[in-house]
């Protein structure tokens, strides 16, 4: 399903409509974002490098990482850029997005050509004509096409309103020449509203969602970070496509994040839903909440004082007989005016048996039984 | 025992690392939430420590002081074992007193105060790359103070995203500590998750949640998630008793 999304970015989009959008969706407790982005990254160039792909150039906008890391990540898998490469362009934002340096960094050495420093982050028309250029010199200025990766909107969300953010993403997407684009994006950093607008700007979204326990609602978000155990590193990924008939379809897989980057299989059986309740850190050594399984069984304990008559009214045998005496138990009670031990004998267990003296005793009365003694 | 290695070391990986001359932070980011109740600080003198005392020779450390002047951590490490004016003197240590740091109430003065002190820490590391191959680390203390100070907390994430920049350009390591209970109260405290994004490892400082105790003090939690890390993704959890002379580290229940 990861496939899928990767076959949208590389295939693009049809002429004349907009360009495929990817939001990679995550979250404090599962950072993961990155390893979507590289895996994604590493994909789409080999596919343009063996020419598989409708685009056929990548510019990459770096907000949270160095060039340097991505050239390397390339490098581990296998592809190699140099600045002589003609298919990929880096814009650097994460060196100095606000131009505090004033000497251009030293750190990237390798390419200048390659990777080019863009110093006014919070200028989004710049930025956007930065991010065509870069794809220009790299593609031409005909109709070959070029994907964009931008690896997080957090950086820039920071430094500009939602509105022109979206605004830049639009642009980007109805620009003729790109084919495809997709960014990530952190939704515990920003207000709700914005997550949902740059999803509503996307064709696609994928989310990444921890397998940590969170039926105790709405937490602090710092939280769940230390409620993931050893399964951090582990969990869901859903997507969401818009397909072009208007309809939507969600997928689910599993993911597994390692020192290699990320894995996706799919979704094995109910254990990961069993996981979500053990935990590794004794919050408390003793156990003050019950589970629900342990207050049902709680609860079907009947204590020693309870009476254990399965829902039969429980009265106390006035010496008279009653409709239900007469079936039951009449005859052993008539017999005999001493305390009954039958009912014990006969194996119903335990029951206490009340025998009034007289008939003018009210059964329960209010009276002081003593008021007639002379102290 | 303070040659030897203690479960933080281990935990932050410089048990194993130990042959090498790279330090096992180099290039990460490692930030420390504390709370009231138990205070964060003695990790970040312990890594001070593990820093300049002898085996690890080709460390130098930036040091931002918020909190405390310099009297008060020569103190404490000279009673961990490691003399700090002699290491100043060495200029294995820079030690930036911030506690006189003005603020001011414009906008723009704040943006070029941050920008100001990040300068002065790059070209603080360039001076210090220059005479020798180091490892260098900047620690702060505490950035919650800073980001008080300043009127606006984007500063604060610029100049910490600025700092991000020297762990990649420089190879530099970052330690950080934050205090966590400022922001509890907010709902979405976008300073304090924005900086356990940026961290590489993260270290929480407890209370145990069972209450006080006599002889056990806190707990930790360890969590490696870098992306670089040699043990990405693992989370390690212990308690600790803070003694006069150093802190001691055991597993839950453990202790004898």
């Known amino acids: 399903m990861a496939d899928s999304i990767f076959r949208k970015l590389r295939d693009g989009g049809e002429e004349g409509e907009l360009a495929p959008a990817l939001t990679i969706e995550e979250t404090v407790a599962s950072p993961f974002a990155l390893d979507v982005s590289c895996y994604l990254l590493a994909n789409l160039s080999s596919s343009i490098l063996a020419g598989k792909s409708k685009s056929e150039g990548l510019v990459l906008i770096t907000f949270s990482r160095s060039p340097s890391f991505y050239l390397q990540f390339l490098k581990q898998k296998g592809i190699f850029v140099s600045s002589s490469s003609k298919w990929i362009r880096v814009l650097d934002c994460y060196t100095d997005p606000l131009g505090w340096i004033d000497q251009p960094s030293t750190g990237v050495t390798e390419g200048s050509s390659l990777v080019k420093l863009h110093k006014c982050v919070t200028d989004l028309k710049r930025l956007f004509s930065s991010i065509i250029d870069a794809g220009r010199v790299m593609v031409g200025d005909g109709k070959t096409r070029f994907t964009v990766a931008i690896d997080s909107v957090n950086e820039l969300l920071r430094h500009s309103s939602m509105p022109l953010v979206s605004g830049l993403l639009t642009d980007l997407r109805s620009h003729e020449q790109v084919s495809s684009l997709f960014w990530s994006l952190n939704t515990d950093l920003h207000q709700e509203k914005v997550t949902n607008a740059l999803e509503y700007i996307s064709t696609m979204k994928a989310n990444l969602e921890p397998l940590c326990p969170s039926s105790h609602g709405k937490r602090n978000a710092l939280e769940n970070l230390f409620l993931v155990h050893q399964d951090f590193g582990k969990g869901r990924f859903h997507v969401r496509f818009k397909l072009r008939k208007g309809r939507v379809r969600v997928m689910s897989e599993e993911y597994h994040v390692d020192q290699m980057g990320i894995n996706f299989s799919p979704i094995s059986s109910a254990e990961s839903v069993i996981a979500t309740t053990k935990s590794l850190l004794p919050k408390v050594h003793f156990n003050l909440q019950l589970s629900e399984k342990e207050r049902v069984e709680k609860e079907k304990v009947v204590l020693p004082f309870e009476h254990q008559d399965h829902g039969k009214s429980t009265e106390i045998y006035d010496g008279r007989r009653t409709l239900a005496d007469g079936k039951t138990e009449a005859t052993p009670l008539l017999s005999s005016g001493e305390l009954q031990t039958d009912a014990v004998s006969s194996g119903k267990g335990g029951e206490i048996i009340y025998f009034r003296d007289s008939d003018d005793e009210h059964p329960d009365s209010d009276e002081d039984p003593d008021d007639d003694l002379d102290i | ?256």
Do not use: W
């Open chain 2, 1 to 256: 025992m303070d040659r030897s290695v203690n479960l933080l070391d281990v935990a932050l990986g410089f048990g194993e690392h130990q042959v090498s001359d790279q330090s096992p932070l180099s290039g990460k980011v490692v930030v420390i939430e504390d709370c009231v109740e138990t205070s964060g600080s003695f990790v970040l003198h312990q890594i001070m420590k593990r820093l300049l005392s002898p085996p690890s020779s080709s460390h130098s450390l930036i040091f931002l002081a918020f909190a405390r002047p310099f009297s008060h951590y020569d103190r404490i490490l000279r009673k961990l074992g490691c003399n700090l004016a002699a290491q100043k003197a060495n200029n294995r240590l820079v030690f930036v007193d911030m506690l006189m740091m003005k603020c001011s109430d414009g906008e723009e003065d704040n943006v070029s105060a941050v920008a100001k002190l990040f300068r002065e820490i790059q070209a603080t590391v360039r001076k210090l790359r220059s005479v020798t191959d180091t490892n260098i680390t900047v620690m702060v203390d505490d950035m919650s103070l800073l980001e008080i100070s300043a009127t606006n907390s984007h500063h604060v994430l610029d100049f910490l995203h600025y700092c991000h920049t020297l762990t990649s350009d420089s190879n530099c390591s970052l330690v950080i500590l934050n205090h966590e209970d400022i922001y509890l109260s907010l709902e979405r405290p976008a300073y304090l998750l924005q900086m356990v994004c940026l961290a590489d490892v993260v270290i929480k400082a407890e209370p145990l949640a069972s209450g006080l105790a006599n002889d056990v003090h806190g707990q930790l939690t360890v969590l490696n998630k870098g992306i670089s890390s040699n043990s990405r993704n693992k989370l390690q959890n212990f308690q600790f008793r803070i003694k006069e002379n150093g802190i001691e580290y055991f597993y839950p229940g453990s202790r004898t």
